[in-house]
Nanobody, 126 residues
Framework: QVQLVESGGGLVQPGGSLRLSCSAP????????IGWFRQAPGKDREGISC????????HYGGGVEDRFTVSRDNGKNVVYLQMNSLKPEDTAVYYC???????????????????WGRGTQVTVSS
């Protein structure tokens, strides 16, 4: 599997919104579940969302369900993470990953997963 590419991060004020995108240059996302993770400075990587290959099943972790929405457009080969009502504690580098393990609010990378991309920085600050 190719390395996924994250984009859409930036600096936003508290209460603002961002939409992150996850793409797979030279490959297709359409047949795979995709997960979103984030890592804040000094903290472990945290699973925050995953979406099945069809888009019908979605999971959220990290207490973001009321503010974040995961979606996908398999025709455009992209997975999105819409983030609303952003808070300073959402500041982190955000990553997407192939085939995460999703059970309720528990979202983990597949065991042995190593093919992390560069991520996209999200900074929430006034």
């Amino acid at each position: 599997q190719v390395q996924l590419v994250e984009s859409g991060g930036g600096l936003v004020q508290p209460g603002g919104s961002l939409r992150l995108s996850c793409s797979a240059p030279g490959s297709t996302l359409a047949n795979s579940a995709i997960g979103w993770f984030r890592q804040a400075p000094g903290k472990d990587r945290e699973g925050i969302s995953c979406i099945s290959s069809s888009g019908r099943n979605k999971h959220y972790g990290g207490g973001v369900e009321d503010r974040f929405t995961v979606s996908r457009d398999n025709g455009k080969n992209v997975v999105y993470l819409q983030m609303n009502s952003l808070k300073p504690e959402d500041t982190a580098v955000y990553y997407c990953a192939w085939e995460p393990v999703c059970m309720g609010t528990r979202i983990d990378p597949r065991p042995g997963y190593f093919n992390w991309g560069r991520g996209t920085q999200v900074t929430v600050s006034s």
